[in-house]
């Protein structure tokens, strides 16, 4: 059967916490194209979101994480949408470490490892377990009538230590942005199948010239340019009968795998700095709280600097350079 893979990521921007790219992968029908699994999965959850209206479920929203995560019910939204996804899967991850070892196998030993990171909650955060369990099952269901299944859900996290190295290497975080990507999508499609793979992914950047991508972690294999323009750039992999092929597109959230990758990164960005909040906020006394963007990420950094050097912690394990 088809493969469709949506790739998204959260903390590009930040200068704290770790960038977290997200992959979904699901299984299509086979004479289903691109552009139709795509408008059928936008169909079957609108029929999800309408169940589990009727349930009561608090609702059920798998969009771009920018429009999900705002206003005072953001984190809820966020975390029923990541956790329904899950349970549909058969996944009820019972807390933070859990749902790192769930969703980012290989970044769950770092996040153990990292004292900012390492204290371990219940999930959920702020989403009620009832309503999760309920939009759980209607999105079940509403997949189950358009063939269309929700196989995996990966994860890989650069943490601050790594993101500084990668962008001392590179010179560039979209650089480090496009390696993690391709780095998860070689783990998300290491088992081949029959049929035609389809990856979805946000541009990075803003460049429209991935060719080099290939080059480097798709050695020896032939690639063709398809398209290289503003609005998206595809590239196609043989062999013909097993191809892959890589659609890079402005505002790609609008495809509900990509949207749900938007989400799952977001989640586990969140998780991360709700325990670094936690952590710091214990050690100053009222500290507020921080997202990690530019301008609130130099007052926190300024708020933590004595008790940061009293635990011997180089600016570069929690400061990004880029």
């Known amino acids: 059967m088809p493969r469709l893979v949506g790739i998204d990521e959260a903390g590009y921007g930040p200068r704290l916490g770790p960038l977290v790219v997200a992959a979904t992968l699901w299984r299509v029908p086979g004479d289903l194209e691109r552009e139709e699994c795509c408008k059928q999965l936008a169909c079957a959850l609108g029929c999800a979101a309408q169940r589990a209206d009727r349930q009561k479920a608090g609702g059920l929203l798998l969009a771009d994480s920018k429009v999900v995560y705002r206003g005072g019910q953001g984190l809820a939204r966020l975390e029923r949408g990541v956790l329904a996804a899950l349970g549909a899967m058969g996944l009820w991850p019972a807390s933070a470490w859990a749902a790192w070892r769930a969703l980012a196998p290989p970044s769950a030993p770092r996040v153990r490892a990292t004292p900012w990171y390492a204290e371990d909650f ?133 495809y509900v795998p990509v949207a749900l990758a938007s989400m799952v990164a977001k989640y586990l960005r969140e998780l991360a700095m709700h325990a670094l909040n936690r952590f710091w906020q214990a050690r100053v006394c009222g500290l507020r709280p921080t997202a990690g963007y530019p301008l609130d990420a130099r007052r926190f950094k300024r708020d933590i600097a004595q008790a940061q050097h009293a635990l011997g912690i180089a600016d570069s394990m929690v400061w990004r350079s880029k």
């Open 122 to 254: 219940v999930l959920p955060l702020a989403a009620d377990r009832a309503s999760i369990e309920q939009a759980a099952n209607a999105l079940g269901r509403a997949l189950a009538g358009t063939g269309i299944e929700l196989v995996a859900i990966r994860a890989r996290a650069v943490f601050e230590e790594e993101f500084n190295r990668r962008c001392a290497v590179y010179g560039s975080k979209s650089t480090v942005l496009s390696e993690a990507t391709m780095l998860l999508v070689r783990k998300v499609l290491r088992r081949p199948e029959g049929g035609c793979t389809w990856v979805l992914c946000d541009k990075h950047g803003g460049r429209s010239r991935y060719g080099w991508l290939f080059e480097r972690f798709f050695p020896g294999r032939f690639f063709e340019v398809r398209a290289e323009g503003r609005s998206q750039s595809v590239y196609r992999l043989g062999p013909p009968k097993m191809p892959i092929e890589f659609c890079f597109a402005s505002k790609a959230e609008r």
